[in-house]
């Protein structure tokens, strides 16, 4: 077993970690090259059995990342209907311009009473949300 390239959060008793989001979408290779475009670190791209693909992505400095997959029965979901994966920024104007540049269609920032937020989708319809919490350090 490999060493991990960044620093891993112990599982401490009462802890529950969210590290994995499955991501469903119809064309794995297509939707790793959307994101890996974005910045997003392809960290794993396994066949582990006939018929079965697992790719994990890691958004630039997330604990969580999101797992693209075919051939696994209990990750399975229709294609395009995963909503609202919320990306926390701390300039999202820099943010949403960084994303556009790599491609993404990214709706204008929204003031949502202080909070404030930016959208876009995957190739597949799975929507994500830029966010910023000004007093968030």
Same mark, same amino acid.
């Given at each position: 077993? %490999?060493?991990?390239?960044?620093?891993?959060?112990?599982?401490?008793?009462?802890?529950?970690?969210?590290? $994995?989001?499955?991501?469903?979408? &119809?064309?794995? @290779?297509?939707? #790793?090259?959307?994101?890996?475009?974005?910045?997003?670190?392809?960290?794993?791209?396994?066949? =582990?059995?006939?018929?079965?693909?697992?790719?994990?992505? %890691?958004? =630039?400095?997330?604990?969580?990342?999101? &797992?693209?997959?075919?051939?696994?029965?209990?990750?399975?979901? =229709?294609?395009?209907?995963?909503?609202?994966? !919320?990306?926390?920024?701390? @300039?999202?104007?820099? &943010?949403?311009?960084?994303?556009? #540049?790599?491609?993404? @269609?990214?709706?204008?920032?929204?003031?949502?009473?202080?909070?404030?937020?930016?959208?876009?989708?995957?190739? @597949?319809?799975? %929507? *994500? %949300? $830029?966010? !910023?919490?000004? *007093?968030?350090?």
């Amino acid at each position: 077993m %490999t060493e991990p390239q960044t620093p891993v959060t112990p599982v401490r008793p009462g802890m529950l970690l969210l590290e $994995l989001v499955p991501v469903p979408v &119809a064309d794995i @290779d297509r939707a #790793k090259e959307f994101y890996t475009a974005l910045g997003f670190n392809a960290d794993v791209d396994v066949r =582990p059995a006939d018929g079965v693909r697992y790719v994990q992505l %890691t958004p =630039p400095g997330s604990a969580c990342s999101i &797992a693209l997959t075919e051939g696994l029965p209990g990750m399975d979901m =229709p294609v395009g209907t995963q909503r609202g994966l !919320h990306l926390v920024v701390s @300039d999202i104007e820099q &943010a949403r311009s960084d994303l556009v #540049k790599r491609g993404a @269609d990214v709706d204008p920032v929204e003031d949502m009473g202080g909070v404030f937020y930016a959208r876009f989708a995957d190739p @597949d319809g799975n %929507t *994500w %949300t $830029l966010q !910023h919490m000004p *007093w968030r350090p």
